[in-house]
């Protein structure tokens, strides 16, 4: 049975006329990437992996380090994913650089982004133009074994307390940030991929770890919108694609969590902001999403709120009690969104990819980020 479709309503899952798990409106488009994205289990896709990608309730897939062995591997693996739907799903991964790199032999080394920071505070304009390397190398070689994106930059301000965020920060000034993560977009878009903004408003100012914990931030509005929104409203301002808002709770702003808030996703982000992409909750496995109830719970919230695509994590029972729980009508508004994170054209694999002199370049480049300043290379 076609249910017809209006923004923001809740429906039953529908199966289209051929019986394939997609959702079709009355004009027969089909809009069969849900909200919903989930991990695999393994290196190669199971049964029940493909099952529950097949569901129309699912849009996207995260891949983690425990899905690589090889750049081939990983090659063959997303290939497998893109064939079990049209349109495909998306494809995403964590890939910051530093500590948070799923992909590691095989693929170069990405730096912390806070070495792009040291650079800066001796050397602005070699940081940013390193930085734009970074982006290059990073988006081009996941593009060449087939990820649409990364959830990349980090845009939190480093107070200098916040483990979980640390050397994952750029900078402690703002200003600094969102330079650099300018410049990193662009070498992200160089190599044919989006750009993921996190964790809105600002992880950096909390001591908890959200993965373990339910982070609360003290600080008036205010103190937040004169430090913390200011690598976000510029880099809104630069065409970021997305942004993943916090599981962190702001109490003198709203009591929940910055992803369950529609005061922070709509009135702040999209309203005051003025931003118009993508907005993809972090992970509802988390601890810090647990505030919401369960898993069905806290997807609702999230999408309520203003999140129009969630992400669920290394629980596979629970992203099966998510698809057969949520019943959520996918806005065209979110369809259109989610259009713009699918990876841009891009070689055919890192063979190609390393006959290519600008990309060579790149790579001497990015190797020598985290030497001493007199020993970079010039530009």
Sequence with gaps: MIYTH???KRVKNAVNRQ????????SGVDVSLGPVMLDVQGKTLTPEDEARLRHPLVGGVILFARNYASPGQLAELTAAIRALRTPPLLIAVDHEGGRVQRFREGFTRIPPM?????IWDAHPQRARHLAQQAGYVLAAELRACGVDFSFTPVLDVDYGQSSVIGDRAFHS????????????LLGLRQGGMATVGKHFPGHGYVEADSHLDIPVDERDFVDIEMADLVPFRRMVDYGLTAVMPAHVIYPKVDNRPAGYSPIWLKHVLRGQLGFEGCIFSDDLSMEGATVAGGIVQRAEAALNAGCDMVLVCNKPESADELLQGLHWEMPATSRARLAQMRGKPHPESLAQLHEQHQFLKALDEVAAIGMSNTELPLA
């Design 19 to 26: 019986g394939n798990n997609s959702l079709f409106d009355r």
């Design 114 to 118: 806070r070495e792009l920071g040291k």
């Design 6 to 8: 209006m923004p923001g």
């Design 173 to 184: 000034d703002p200003q600094a940030i969102a330079e650099l993560a300018h410049s990193l």
